[in-house]
């Protein structure tokens, strides 16, 4: 089968390769959608190294058919289309028996420690299926969407957290993929939202999807459109969905006394922010981080996508073969698309 092995930073090479051999509880699918995820092109660049071998196959947003069943599988069965959520927790750790599955200590990943999706075919292995991570999909979900469900479980995660409600007025700060599903699911829950975000196209989108408010940072203040719009007291909830530390000090003056920042995105390696404390201290501003998922927000990502609450249609904007990867790894980096998803 035709893989995308990454060997070292910047350096992708698509091989030919053996099929993966798969166990009596494992699974095999050919992958049918898998997208490049900014974590991929942090891998790519040699940024993000925790979990990674080299050389993998990585790529954890993926969705496939089953083409062959292991001889003790009794819960799918071949031709069955389905979505994977790629984190595996152990259970057994203080994150996992303290509802913090989502950053279990022994956690392990499809994409990281096992071979991931940018291939033809995925062995999934048995310890995913027995801790529940896969997951059966109607044909109400195409498999580009199934591919993208991964990222809005982390984003329904994130918004878990957020307190956000009818009314509540929300900043988030970038209009890629993550920052559009954060806009939708604030959306959902009836606040009002503003969105920061510098490229014209991804504000477009922004405005399509329902966005209140748009602001270009590098032409507009930032800060007076947010304290105009809110009486002079900032807004209850910003969402940070570009990792920008340098922004958050600045940030904490934007939100309302008792509001709360979501650092939700990742940030460089060794990077801080100058942050002035008496802000948190006086107004009880609430500093929170989140990463990836729960299995149950994976649950809820099918049924939003399902019953059309929410659209990952229009994120995804770019779609390639795995063979054309140069061309797709190259406009991922260059940060104009929102979603690109490799189809097989
Ligand atoms: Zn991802
Ligand atoms: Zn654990």
Do not use: W
């Not at 896969?134 to 991964?150: P, T």
């Not at 939708?184 to 209140?212: C, H, M, T, W």
């Not at 459109?225 to 807004?235: F, H, K, L």
């Amino acid at each position: 089968m035709k893989a995308l092995i990454f060997e070292k930073p910047y350096t992708l090479v698509l091989k030919e390769i053996q099929k993966p051999k798969i166990g009596k509880n494992e699974i095999c699918l050919i992958v049918k959608a898998a997208a490049i995820c900014g974590t991929d092109l942090r891998i790519y660049k040699g940024e993000k190294t925790k979990g990674i071998r080299k050389p993998s196959i990585i790529g954890h947003e993926f969705s496939g058919e089953i083409v062959e069943v292991g001889d003790n599988i009794i819960d799918f069965k071949i031709g069955d289309r389905i979505g994977v959520a790629p984190v595996i927790s152990c259970g057994k750790c203080y994150c996992c028996l303290n509802d913090l599955e989502n950053i279990c200590i022994n956690r392990k990943a499809i994409g990281y420690e096992f071979d991931g999706a940018f291939a033809e075919y995925i062995r999934i292995p048995a310890v995913a299926i027995e801790s529940g991570n896969v997951f059966k999909l109607s044909d109400k979900i195409s498999f580009k969407e199934a591919a993208l469900l991964e990222p809005l479980s982390c984003c329904i995660n994130g918004h878990s957290k957020c307190k956000i409600k009818i009314k509540t007025d929300v900043l988030i700060i970038g209009a890629g993929p993550i920052g559009l599903m954060h806009l939708q699911l604030a959306k959902i829950a009836g606040a009002r939202v503003f969105i920061s975000e510098p490229n014209s196209r991804r504000r477009e989108i922004a405005e399509s999807l329902g966005a209140d408010i748009l602001i270009d940072p590098q032409k507009e203040d930032l800060s007076d459109i947010v304290m105009t719009n809110t009486n002079n007291q900032g807004v209850d909830v910003v969402i940070m969905a570009i990792g920008i530390s340098q922004m958050v000090g600045h940030l904490i003056t934007l939100i309302k006394k008792g509001g709360i920042l979501n650092l939700f995105a990742g940030f460089q390696k060794k990077s801080f922010s100058d942050i002035e404390p008496n802000l948190i201290h006086y107004n009880e501003i609430n500093i929170i981080g989140s990463s990836a998922m729960k299995l149950r927000n994976y649950i809820t990502a099918i049924k939003l996508v399902e019953e059309n609450k929410i659209n990952l249609r229009s994120l995804i904007t770019d779609v390639y073969s795995l063979s054309e990867y140069e061309e797709a790894f190259s406009k991922a980096l260059k940060n104009e698309s929102i979603k690109i998803v490799f189809q097989n």
